[in-house]
């Protein structure tokens, strides 16, 4: 109970949520500082992102450290400031709605949950990946990775319905498997230059590791893909009140981000040296890498520690995610149902709901849409509808990341004292790092609608508009959900159930 000793110190303008009390009356507390690192590793660290990250050449690594500075860094401080404060189940959700209300709670909420369903289909689509890495002739039409896809997210939501306790030690084996991944990764770069091959990346150059603007050939776009790397600091913190103690937030808070940004140093620094630019760009490139350098065997082990991570991944998104249904139900904003649990003490129905969801989309990007619409390729395709979705959704998971730092703005607006007295960090480091966050929030949008992320098909002219339609579309939705939601609220609490 020690995490929730601190309610009096805070005097609201809303009332305390029913989720609050509940979830740690209910729910086994389960999590400790070592579970919590390997949770934040696991839902951030897509280390996929380095292969984009690879094709700015040396300045991909200025840009991590850029990145981590105005973006990373800032979204770690304000939630580790938000869940000393607020440390309860649903995260974001209930920052949200002690700065600024049920209907905003619901639709920031809202903006984190959507783009989960979607990394759950994108971490299945690496699992395939790194299976097609063991031998490229495996599922090679579209239909094929479809069931493949369905069949991953079916099995790791199976994997997810387990008890908690269980499930925290699969993600501490992929939390294992990916820190091998890294070091077999970092070994066949520093292999490859001491057996006397030159890095296929010029680091000689001052202007290689500088940002550039041109129209053609500029690597600024990058930096946009960057920020987005870094979201998810406040994911893990969805499941604050099943932590073993409050220690736990800062201090999960402290390990796992580094390690995070280690992760894509390595990771791209081995990319630049052993493939250079345009093959690290390819995503078999974190296997051919090994596989170039080491040799065959040591690159299936890489290939095996990736598919058990992203595996895992799915599990981690799903469980984590499956907290703001919960929470949602319990306080009255989703039907009551959702919010019910197993007798695991576990969120089942939101864990099978956010599968079946997942299952439907990747049916609908990898299934459907070839045998429906006829244009080019049915591989372009596919890549299409998965990048222009996968890019949308982002947006909208930067938009729920933007009310980190509005939320410690209203909080402090509303009650400076009580807020000043709680503060983890000198103000002035605060309000840089909300400063920071908001601006790189801003740009990494911006950057992310200027340029495709499929330029061969999708070019920029089309992209803005593609993106930024569907972007606006997905929005709309939250909004209106969000009103929904906050009317059924009121409506439950007149009829007193």
């Known amino acids: 109970m020690a995490l929730y000793s601190e309610r009096s110190k805070w005097h609201s303008a809303q009332e305390p949520l029913a989720s609050e009390e509940y979830v740690v009356k209910a729910m086994p507390a389960v999590l400790g500082t070592v579970e919590m690192t390997a949770f934040f590793i696991v839902i951030v660290f897509f280390i996929t992102n380095a292969n984009t990250a690879s094709t700015a050449g040396p300045a991909a690594l200025t840009y991590l450290v850029v990145g981590a500075i105005v973006f990373f860094l800032p979204s770690v401080i304000a939630t580790a400031q938000l869940g000393v404060m607020?440390?309860?189940?649903?995260?974001?959700?209930?920052?949200?709605?002690?700065?600024?209300?049920?209907?905003?709670?619901?639709?920031?909420?809202?903006c984190a949950w959507?783009?989960?369903?979607?990394?759950?289909?994108?971490?299945?689509?690496?699992?395939?990946?790194?299976?097609?890495?063991?031998?490229?002739?495996?599922?090679?039409?579209?239909?094929?990775?479809?069931?493949?896809?369905?069949?991953?997210?079916?099995?790791?939501?199976?994997?997810?319905?387990?008890?908690?306790?269980?499930?925290?030690?699969?993600?501490?084996?992929?939390?294992?498997?990916?820190?091998?991944?890294?070091?077999?990764?970092?070994?066949?770069?520093?292999?490859?230059?001491?057996?006397?091959?030159a890095p296929l990346s010029d680091f000689g150059e001052v202007e290689a590791w500088l940002p550039t603007l041109a129209p053609h050939g500029g690597n600024i776009a990058t930096f946009g893909l960057v920020i987005l790397a870094y979201l998810g600091a406040e994911t893990p913190l969805n499941m604050a009140g099943e932590l073993k103690h409050r220690r736990v937030i800062t201090r999960h808070l402290c390990w796992g981000p580094l390690v995070v940004l280690l992760g894509y140093l390595i990771a791209t620094t081995a990319l630049l040296i052993v493939e250079g630019p345009t093959s690290g760009a390819l995503l078999p490139a974190l296997v051919a890498t090994v596989d170039l350098s080491l040799g065959k065997i040591a690159g299936n082990l890489m290939a095996v520690c990736l598919i058990i991570f992203f595996f895992t991944a799915i599990v981690a998104y799903n469980c984590s995610y499956a907290r703001l249904l919960l929470v949602a139900g319990?306080?009255?904003?989703?039907?009551?149902?959702?919010?019910?649990?197993?007798r695991s003490r576990i969120p089942a129905r939101a864990i099978l709901f956010q599968t079946i969801m997942a299952i439907m989309l990747a049916a609908l990007i990898f299934i459907v849409a070839p045998l429906v619409v006829h244009v080019g390729s049915p591989a372009d395709l596919t890549t299409e509808v998965y990048n222009v979705m996968l890019a949308s959704s982002t947006l909208?998971?930067?938009?729920?990341?933007?009310?980190?730092?509005?939320?410690?703005?209203?909080?402090?607006?509303?009650?400076?004292?009580?807020?000043?007295?709680?503060?983890?960090?000198?103000?002035?480091?605060?309000?840089?790092?909300?400063?920071?966050?908001?601006?790189?929030?801003?740009?990494?949008?911006?950057?992310?609608?200027?340029?495709?992320?499929?330029?061969?098909?999708?070019?920029?002219?089309?992209?803005?508009?593609?993106?930024?339609?569907?972007?606006?579309?997905?929005?709309?939705?939250?909004?209106?959900?969000?009103?929904?939601?906050?009317?059924?609220?009121?409506?439950?609490?007149?009829?007193?159930?």
């Open 330 to 342: 319990i306080d009255q904003r989703l039907p009551a149902g959702v919010g019910r649990l197993s």
């Open 86 to 110: 607020f440390p309860y189940e649903g995260s974001l959700y209930n920052w949200t709605h002690k700065a600024f209300g049920g209907y905003w709670s619901f639709f920031a909420a809202f």
């Open 114 to 197: 959507f783009p989960g369903v979607l990394v759950m289909v994108s971490a299945a689509d690496n699992v395939l990946a790194f299976i097609q890495g063991l031998n490229r002739q495996w599922v090679m039409q579209p239909w094929q990775q479809g069931l493949v896809i369905i069949g991953t997210l079916a099995l790791a939501g199976l994997l997810a319905l387990q008890r908690f306790r269980t499930v925290a030690n699969v993600i501490l084996v992929a939390a294992s498997a990916i820190v091998g991944a890294l070091v077999i990764l970092g070994g066949a770069a520093t292999w490859w230059l001491l057996s006397g091959h």
């Open 396 to 497: 909208v998971w930067a938009t729920s990341a933007s009310f980190l730092f509005a939320n410690l703005i209203m909080l402090a607006l509303r009650n400076r004292e009580t807020f000043h007295a709680q503060l983890i960090l000198p103000a002035p480091i605060l309000w840089g790092s909300v400063v920071l966050g908001l601006l790189s929030s801003l740009f990494a949008v911006v950057d992310s609608l200027i340029f495709s992320w499929i330029p061969a098909l999708i070019p920029n002219g089309s992209w803005w508009y593609i993106i930024g339609g569907v972007t606006c579309f997905c929005l709309i939705i939250a909004a209106i959900g969000s009103m929904f939601a906050a009317s059924e609220a009121d409506w439950q609490g007149l009829n007193g159930e």
